[in-house]
């Protein structure tokens, strides 16, 4: 039954996706082109939702592989203004599955909104057979609507996940997503939210941080410490300008001994180097944690990423192969 309370409209914002993408044969749930269809056409395709309070807007149409920094921009932009709207219980984003997880790490710690922002995505293109977007877009929308809820989640196959824990652990199934030890906030069932543990609060960094930084947004990378790991990409991204790495460590934290030097270099020259577990779930423990210890390497990416955006801009430094040998850091 439509909602008759005034304060609980729900904007969707769509980007495109798989949940938007189409194939030419309803058999192929992979051979189809992300971000097809229209975040209005997604929305038809839900007749149990006609009458509701809900407003839709078309803030970027891409398949999310290709997300990129003026879409983040925007997408935090449009997302804070209709927060700051009383009548608006919360907000829906239709996403790709891809950089699903970054993203919404990125609105968590610039926004820490205080209503829900609700993540949703599919497996499978909207000309599937058995599409999931729909179900999860219903479920998106009833998670938005439940009051007292706050953050940014993630809602796929059921399960609620929380911002700083969500991952996507599968390439097909439908299913794909996990929030590692601690196991999803919740679940909805049949239109409704059951809570197994509250989102954790957080302070916003604030729209304006993105808003006035310049373009392009710092450079950092990813780089993974591997068997038979080698300097050479180390030394020619700090050559190439990068301003901060990120080290995808094996195990608990552990670097492979090649890599050693040209990270302490990287630091030396004001280039900061954060360490995290390349493994699929679980926290770097002991005396190799740091501040990065309980994120993925994606996270920990977007979170350096910010860390620079606030600080002072720093002159660039030559790195000198031959300089300075330094503990590497953990954060």
């Excluded at 709207?85 to 968590?108: F, I, K």
């Excluded at 990068?242 to 050693?260: D, E, F, I, M």
Aim: charged share 15%; aromatic share 4%.
């Amino acid at each position: 039954m439509p909602s008759t309370n005034l304060h609980d409209s729900v904007v969707i914002l769509g980007t495109g996706g798989t949940i938007a993408g189409a194939a030419g044969d309803a058999h192929d749930n992979v051979g189809y082109t992300a971000a097809q269809r229209s975040v209005t056409e997604l929305l038809l395709a839900l007749p149990a939702l006609a009458g509701s309070r809900i407003e839709t807007e078309q803030v970027a149409q891409l398949d999310s592989k290709d997300m990129d920094d003026a879409t983040w921009l925007r997408l935090t932009q449009r997302v804070a203004h209709h927060l700051a709207r009383p009548s608006v219980a919360g907000v829906v984003v239709t996403h790709g599955t891809d950089t699903l997880e970054e993203t919404a790490w990125l609105l968590q710690r610039v926004l820490a909104p205080l209503k829900p922002v609700v993540l949703v995505a599919a497996m499978r293109p909207a000309t599937a057979l058995a599409a999931d977007g729909p179900q999860n877009l219903l479920d998106a929308v009833a998670v938005a609507r439940t009051p007292g809820l706050r953050g940014v989640l993630a809602v796929l196959a059921g399960r609620v996940h929380g911002a700083g824990e969500v991952r996507k652990v599968h390439p097909y199934r439908a299913d794909a997503f996990d929030s590692g030890d601690g196991g999803p906030l919740g679940v909805v069932e049949e239109g409704r939210l059951r809570r197994f543990r509250e989102p954790p609060a957080g302070v916003p960094l604030g729209l304006a941080l993105l808003e006035g930084a310049a373009s392009p947004w710092p450079w950092v990378e990813i780089v993974t410490s591997h068997a038979g790991a080698r300097v050479d990409a180390v030394r020619a991204l700090v050559g190439a300008g990068v301003r901060g790495l990120v080290l995808a460590a094996t195990g608990n934290g552990a670097v492979h001994q090649a890599l050693l030097p040209a990270l302490a270099d990287a630091e030396a020259a004001g280039v900061p180097v954060w360490r995290c577990t390349r493994c699929a779930s679980g926290v770097v423990v002991g005396t190799q944690a740091g501040l990065a210890a309980a994120m993925s390497p994606w996270q920990a990416r977007i979170e350096l990423l910010l860390t620079l955006l606030a600080a002072p801009p720093r002159p660039a430094w030559p790195v000198d192969p031959a300089g300075p040998k330094i503990a590497l850091h953990k954060p």
